[in-house]
């Protein structure tokens, strides 16, 4: 869709989907490119704006990241955050260096009066620093706008030339008024009318989506997921019938997930699509019979998948069109700036299978993240169950059950990881929390049950709050929380008489426990 457009040129730092994300929050359309992406491609994009994100680098060391003066001679609205604020300053003539003392976490700032990205913003706010060098000096033709205790240059503008300059980092929630300035920015600032909205993304979609499939004829990978669940609605609205969905059940679901996923997809749901389900349990578990290293475990349940959809799609027959529930943060991730896309392992269809004759692939969710597929759901009516379900990796149980896979050892994990969402939604904590779920580990142990001695696993509760899924702190669940998931895993499940709560963030381990 043409959209007017706000560009964030990423040089490195690791907030540059969440630069996008606070954005499209203030119903603006943006998107992310590389720093060696070349002016001539940014200027034919006809931005509104153009945000400079923050990088782990000093702007003035040989072989840093940059960009062309040029750049900031466009016309065209700029706003430096932290790292680009200094190569703002660095390129424009400005001065940066070795702070001499390191500003990180929540700082005071004091804000001038007058500058039009503080519009509404208290004179003095807490903002979120992280920076070895500052600003000693700015450009010609900029003047300082806020600054810290320890910073003299929180802040500066070359008002005339629509230019601005921020230390700190607005697109973090640490920031308390840091979605205000960006919202001066991009609607004031730059004059953004706020069009981005997903009920139009809706209508706008299945119109492109009916003019570009025609009478062809179309196949989806249905995971369950909520990217894969999204894409195959809005495909169900703008085509119907034309849609095959096959859903493969590898026996490495949560409890009651593929009934649960018929339920909604399948011939009694509310959806005009053909649906496959094809249950193929055992034969996964022959293949992961006896492995044990977590990236072979990977590498069979997603080629094995891949088999099976082969086999199912061949007695489809000719098919025109390949669905893939891609959203935005896969395509940054693979690649910046325009540059082509890897479909990830085991996202969706895990592959593409050579035979199948399709003109294109389709990816109607490509340019959204998490949170706006999940608007998009609720637009299209599907159910809060499935729209706000926990994430789930696309190999499932098996990166949650430690070492080898058995039919015995899903049952194990599938029970304990059913209670333990179930108090958390009780205890209305699920929405608060960003990832949570009971992984089996490989260790067992001596208990006492009934007065008799016991040989049992041990499951491991897993609960982290993360904004991006980069990083991640273990969440602080109430102790009587756990301690009420802990008493009913160890009374209901058959085979665990210990519960663990990892506290573990990212880094150093990872969400996931393989």
């Known amino acids: 869709m043409e959209q007017e457009k706000v560009i964030v040129i990423d040089f490195g730092g690791q907030y540059n989907q969440l630069v996008a994300r606070r954005v499209r929050e203030c119903n603006v359309y943006c998107e992310i490119y590389s720093y060696k992406t070349d002016l001539e491609q940014i200027k034919s994009m006809n931005p509104k704006g153009i945000i400079l994100t923050g990088g782990p680098n000093s702007c003035y060391e040989e072989g ?17 955050l932290c790292y680009g604020a200094q190569l703002m300053m660095h390129v424009l003539g400005g001065k940066v260096e ?13 804000v001038e009066n007058g500058s039009p990205l503080f519009t509404d913003v208290k004179s003095t706010t807490i903002c979120w620093m992280s920076h070895f060098d500052y600003i000693s000096r700015v450009a010609p033709g900029f003047s300082v706008i806020a600054h810290t205790a320890d910073c003299p240059v929180a802040a500066a503008e070359d008002r005339t030339k629509n230019l601005y300059a921020i230390q700190f980092h607005p697109e973090v929630l640490h920031t308390e008024e ?15 009318a706020g069009t981005w909205r997903m009920d139009s993304f809706v209508e ?30 809005l495909l169900s609205k703008a085509i119907g019938n034309q849609l095959t969905c096959v859903f493969v059940d590898h026996g490495l679901l949560r409890k009651d997930e593929g009934d649960e996923v018929e339920a909604i997809f399948g011939p009694d749901g509310n959806y005009d699509l053909n649906f496959i389900r094809v249950n193929a349990q055992e034969r996964f578990y022959i293949k992961l019979a006896g492995e044990t290293e977590p990236e072979h475990k990977r590498k069979i349940i997603g080629e094995e998948f891949i088999r099976v959809f082969e086999e199912e799609a061949k007695k489809i027959g000719t098919v025109d069109f390949l669905v893939q529930g891609t959203i935005y943060p896969d395509v940054v991730e693979s690649g910046l700036g325009g540059e082509s896309v890897v479909i990830k392992s085991h996202h969706n269809v895990g592959g593409l299978p050579d035979y199948v004759d399709f003109k294109e692939i389709i990816e109607p969710l490509r340019n959204l993240f998490k949170d706006e597929v999940r608007k998009v759901g609720l637009e299209l009516g599907i159910p809060e169950k499935l729209v706000f379900r926990q994430p789930f990796p696309g190999p499932g149980l098996g990166v949650r059950i430690i070492g080898d896979i058995t039919a015995e050892k899903v049952r194990i994990v599938q029970e304990a990881d059913a209670i333990y969402r179930e108090e958390v939604e009780k205890a209305g904590l ?58 009913r895993i160890i009374n209901e499940v058959r085979g665990v008489n210990r519960v663990f709560y990892d506290l573990t963030s990212k880094p150093p381990g990872t969400i996931e426990f393989e």
């Open 204 to 233: 706008n979609s299945i119109i492109e989506i009916r003019k570009k499939i025609g009478n062809g004829r179309v196949l989806c990978g249905l995971s369950g997921g909520v990217d894969s669940s999204v894409a195959a609605v």
């Open 178 to 192: 840091g979605t205000k300035m960006l919202y001066n920015f991009v609607r004031n600032i730059c004059g953004c």
């Open 64 to 80: 840093a990241p940059t960009y062309r003066k040029e750049l900031f001679e466009l016309g065209v609205p700029v706003l430096g």
């Open 430 to 487: 699920g929405r608060s929390i960003g990832q949570y779920f009971a992984a089996l580990t490989n260790m067992r142990s001596v208990g006492v049950m009934g007065d008799e001695r016991t040989y049992d696993y041990a499951v491991a509760l897993r609960a982290v709050n993360t904004i991006d899924f980069m990083t991640a702190e273990a969440a602080d669940i109430p102790f009587e929380v756990l301690q009420t998931v802990m008493s």
């Open 98 to 110: 070795k702070a001499p003392v390191r500003e990180y976490g929540k700082t005071e700032v004091f």
